[in-house]
T-cell receptor, first 112, second 112 residues
């Protein structure tokens, strides 16, 4: 089935460690996005990519990094520079100009 | 993108229509109104979008006022599975991608 997959669903890391969240899609979408959601809040855009080997910062990119080496994959690295990394992370994809973005089921990251 | 205002929470009886309002008084002529919903701990799901005409699909109806400064999402026969946070988003539809700005949304509780 076509879709967008995030793994793992739950992730625990010690403070000061970098961690990479996976996002894969087989929908042949050009654009991919990473959002962060804190409890009781809406989603905030971290990074987005409209084409392979290119990406742009969103509203809260500090402390995060991404890569887009393949159309299907858009991994997000939460670095030790991110002051408050514990959150729910959501990946999405869409065709350029399309009306609908498809979201993964999210990764809940807890840093202790 | 224009800012939206939604009530933080609403209740609805199962089987009745749920009418979720959204104010977007600063909307521009080329901005569309989108609705997404997020069931607890899952990724958001696209519901519907419109520019100025009323729209209907298998999930919901979207009523946009003539001056386009507000809209209402209607779930005609709410079920318990419609309990979720509903987000109203206003953005330009272009080829640049789907960088969505999510506010706090409306938490809809459907009660038996």
């Amino acid at each position: 089935d076509g879709g967008i997959t995030q793994s793992p669903k739950y992730l625990f890391r010690k403070e000061g460690q970098n961690v990479t969240l996976s996002c894969e899609q087989n929908l042949n979408h050009d654009a991919m996005y990473w959002y962060r959601q804190d409890p009781g809040q809406g989603l905030r855009l971290i990074y987005y990519s409209q084409i392979v080997n290119d990406f742009q910062k969103g509203d809260i990119a500090e402390g995060y990094s991404v890569s887009r080496e393949k159309k299907e994959s858009f991994p997000l690295t939460v670095t030790s520079a991110q002051k408050n990394p514990t959150a729910f992370y959501l990946c999405a994809s869409s065709h350029l100009g399309d009306t609908e973005a498809f979201f993964g089921q999210g990764t809940r990251l807890t840093v202790v | 993108d224009a800012k939206t205002t939604q009530p933080p929470s609403m209740d609805c009886a199962e089987g009745r229509a749920a009418n979720l309002p959204c104010n977007h008084s600063t909307i521009s002529g080329n901005e569309y109104v989108y609705w997404y919903r997020q069931i607890h701990s899952q990724g958001p799901q696209y519901i519907i979008h419109g520019l100025k005409n009323n729209e209907t699909n298998e999930m919901a109806s979207l009523i946009i006022t003539e001056d386009r400064k507000s809209s209402t999402l209607i779930l005609p026969h709410a079920t318990l599975r419609d309990t979720a946070v509903y987000y109203c988003i206003v953005r330009v539809l272009n080829n640049a991608g789907n960088m969505l700005t999510f506010g706090g949304g409306t938490r809809l509780m459907v009660k038996p």
